[in-house]
T-cell receptor
Framework: AQKVTQAQTEISVVEKEDVTLDCVYE???????LFWYKQPPSGELVFLIR??????QNEISGRYSWNFQKSTSSFNFTITASQVVDSAVYFC??????????????FGKGTHLIIQP | DTGVSQDPRHKITKRGQNVTFRCDPI?????LYWYRQTLGQGPEFLTY????????KSRLLSDRFSAERPKGSFSTLEIQRTEQGDSAMYLC???????????????FGEGSWLTVV
């Protein structure tokens, strides 16, 4: 069964600090995809990144970076020099869950990130 | 490029009433999903369409729930005889065609908030 665990329910940091959001997943699939979404108070889920299981190369996009480690089944997300606008709930998700025949997603419970000015 | 559009954004209804939500996916996306999200939880899969065919339904989708996508474009989600436990945000999402499970990105709408009083 698919499972995504985001152990950090809430993180609060002061602006300009670096922060890492943890994500651990479980799957029996050999091919799968991992995602991060951002959900601001407005409610829309904003796509941030997709990573396939064959590509363990870390990725950096501006202040965002992602560390995928297959050996530990983790896909962690780091925000460098955090800003107040980064405040949101962040979800990690795994493909192959319900609706998996069409890339449906299994989500973690999310991490509420609070950036204090 | 227009994103996934949902209507209404907010709905307050009395217990026992029927409600209907509409979703307009991104143009040319043949795959459409409905998810439900309650406070403090990640989105949970409800159902999935490929074109007009409903290919998968979650056990969360009780007999009071029905979804349609009559022409393979927009979709409706109807909840009959609403209960207080139905209060949640209903998220629609779409993704482009894919020949096989390839991890295409799923794009979400802003959601429709339902409050049953």
């Amino acid at each position: 069964a698919q499972k995504v665990t985001q152990a950090q329910t809430e993180i609060s940091v002061v602006e300009k600090e670096d922060v890492t959001l943890d994500c651990v997943y479980e799957t029996r699939d050999t091919t799968y995809y991992l995602f991060w979404y951002k959900q601001p108070p407005s409610g829309e889920l904003v796509f941030l990144i997709r990573r396939n299981s064959f590509d363990e190369q870390n990725e950096i996009s501006g202040r965002y970076s992602w560390n995928f480690q297959k050996s530990t089944s983790s896909f962690n997300f780091t925000i460098t020099a955090s800003q107040v606008v980064d405040s949101a709930v962040y979800f990690c998700a795994l493909s192959g869950g319900p609706g998996g025949g069409a890339d449906g997603l299994t989500f973690g419970k999310g991490t509420h990130l609070i950036i204090q000015p | 490029d227009t994103g996934v559009s949902q209507d209404p954004r907010h709905k307050i209804t009395k217990r026992g009433q029927n409600v209907t939500f509409r979703c307009d996916p991104i143009s040319e996306h043949n795959r459409l999903y409905w998810y439900r999200q309650t406070l403090g939880q990640g989105p949970e899969f409800l159902t999935y369409f490929q074109n007009e065919a409903q290919l998968e339904k979650s056990r969360l989708l009780s007999d009071r729930f029905s979804a349609e996508r009559p022409k393979g474009s927009f979709s409706t989600l109807e909840i009959q005889r609403t209960e207080q436990g139905d209060s949640a945000m209903y998220l629609c999402a779409s993704s482009p065609p894919s020949g096989r499970r390839s991890g295409n990105t799923i794009y979400f709408g802003e959601g429709s908030w339902l409050t049953v009083v």
